[in-house]
């Protein structure tokens, strides 16, 4: 043990009786974290905190959209409640129509008055699209949360043509027929568009094509992406699915001057078999263990991309956009219409936790994230039930780690013994860290022991700070949930657990927890 936490350990012993009294376990464990202050890393991008918003299943129906005339308050058709926890979040960026919907959409369907537009099966995902939400409520949709803009373009079933019309229709400040009709259609100012991704998992349903023949077709897309001189759009090129090294590599080989940024798609599935996923909310320690456990696996995946994408790109000048990523279980068994709808625990909260450190620990590659999904879809922020709405507990892992977004990374070395179960092991605490433009210091650690509490010495080399104050979230079940009629099982409270004392922060973690520390 260093001197200088051994100075400390009297006045600590204190704090540590206070935690047991209420209620956590025995602390058992001591943790030693160093943010390197000194060794200062990339800005994390604020859009790895983005959000992806599919047409599917109540998603955006019912989920985001409910029109004028709904009895759920709204703000020109979108849901108030909605609106507001998501400005809460700041979501900083948000990807639509899909995923697989998007490669058999076509914008037109979605423009015009809305009691003319087509009704479509939704082949991907079932049921009927009456296009209600179009190109005009994504867009007004966006700059209503402060959200940049990124259009899944329909490659497989689509044209160039098609896309280069709609990137006009949306962009064009002149007086082209398509600006024209912009206008007509009650949108005079052109809108700005962010990200345009060349198609979705082009490997499968956007065309179960070969990447040889995938590059190809990328480079004529991206050749029509005509974008305003002062408003340049970011080409997203559709990228592997997991750890297909191979599509990145030839991808990047035949494509990589033309690509901005390629995507990688990677889903937890917490029993490892996608025909019985397990359950949301019905799991014992092996699921959790196993769904934490694919949670760290992104940093291995990002690791391996990144290391294919550097034989092309070693200055880093390609970005890598994990535009889908999160838990996938089986669906609620009260969904009913609402397909991929799935409840999200103390679980969730932690996964995406683990998730986002990562991406910070990656952030001179990885320039955007999209989680899977937004509302009511997979591992949702928000679950809506008409006027009802809940928050998740990933929700407020988003809103404590919002402080991240912009910030520098600071790199982070955690010495933590192991938490195991079964033969199953993984590193016992997770941790990340950032220095927003204030000066402040935010450092998150996560406790992935169900069992234990955690004691942690946070070391702070080059970091002059005096006070701590953070927020923790846990719950007493690993399996907890916030309902429509109990929305506060699983929320954030104020962290009384850390002190700061002759230059190191001594936190204890209550097992099964994620805790933001500021750190002045
Ligand atoms: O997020 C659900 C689906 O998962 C998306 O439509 C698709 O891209 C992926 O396979």
């Given at each position: 043990m260093k001197a200088s936490v051994r100075a400390w350990m009297g006045g600590f012993a204190a704090m540590l009786v206070l935690v047991c009294s209420h209620g956590y376990a025995q602390t058992n464990t001591t943790v030693e974290v160093t943010v390197h202050a000194d060794r200062p890393g990339a800005i994390i991008h604020p859009e790895i905190y983005g959000q992806f918003a599919e047409q599917l299943g109540h998603g955006i129906y019912g989920g985001i959209w409910v029109g004028e005339h709904s009895a759920t308050p709204n703000i020109r058709g979108y849901r108030k409640d909605v609106v507001e926890a998501l400005k809460a979040i700041k979501v900083p960026v948000v990807r639509w129509?899909?995923?697989?919907f998007a490669d058999q959409y076509d914008w037109r369907d979605g423009i015009g008055p809305r009691d003319k537009r087509p009704v479509r099966m939704?082949?991907?995902?079932g049921g009927e699209d009456d296009n209600r939400f179009g190109t005009h409520e994504f867009m007004d949709f966006a700059e209503l949360i402060g959200a940049k803009t990124y259009l899944s373009i329909n490659v497989g079933t689509g044209t160039p043509r098609e896309m280069s019309q709609w990137i006009e229709y949306i962009t064009a400040d002149v007086h082209s027929s398509l600006a024209q009709e912009r206008r007509a259609n009650g949108r005079d100012k052109p809108w700005k568009l962010d990200y345009v991704g060349i198609g979705n998992e082009m490997w499968g349903c956007g065309g179960s094509m070969r990447p040889q023949f995938y590059a190809d077709v990328y480079r004529q897309y991206a050749t029509f992406v005509h974008a305003p001189e002062h408003a340049p759009i970011v080409r997203i090129a559709s990228g592997?699915?997991?750890?297909?090294?191979g599509w990145t590599d030839t991808a990047m080989s035949m494509a990589g001057s033309q690509i901005d940024a390629i995507s990688l798609h990677n889903y937890t599935i917490p029993t490892g078999?996608?025909?019985?996923?397990?359950?949301a909310t019905e799991f014992g320690e092996a699921e959790w263990m196993s769904t934490l456990q694919g949670a760290l696996r992104m940093d291995e995946l990002i690791a391996r991309h990144s290391a294919v994408m550097d034989k092309y790109d070693p200055k880093k000048r390609v970005g890598l956009a994990v535009d889908e990523w999160g838990n996938w279980t089986d669906?609620?068994?009260?969904a009913g219409d609402a397909a991929l709808y799935q409840q999200n625990s103390l679980r969730d909260a932690l996964s995406a936790a683990i998730t986002l450190d990562i991406f910070q620990a990656h952030a001179d590659r990885v320039r955007m994230a999209n989680i899977a999904q937004m509302v009511n879809v997979l591992q949702a922020m928000i679950l809506t039930d008409q006027s009802k709405m809940v928050l998740t507990p990933t929700y407020y892992v988003f809103d404590m780690y919002k402080v991240f977004q912009g910030a520098t990374y600071l790199p982070v070395n955690v010495q933590a013994p192991a938490y195991r179960f079964g033969n199953v092991s993984v590193p016992g605490v997770h941790a990340t860290a950032g220095r927003d433009a204030t000066g402040i210091v935010h450092v998150a650690l996560v406790n992935l022991d169900p069992h234990h509490a955690d004691t942690v010495h946070l070391m702070l080399p080059g970091i002059k700070g005096s006070d701590v104050h953070g927020h923790v979230l846990t719950a007493p079940e690993i399996n907890a949930i916030n309902t429509f009629d109990h929305p506060d099982r699983v929320k954030p409270a104020a962290f009384g657990g850390a002190i700061f004392k002759q230059g190191v922060v001594t936190a204890v973690l209550p097992p099964k927890s994620v805790v933001v520390l500021d750190i002045h």
């Open positions: 129509p899909g995923g697989c939704n082949a991907s995902w592997a699915n997991a750890d297909d090294l078999d996608w025909k019985h996923k397990g359950s669906q609620d068994p009260s």
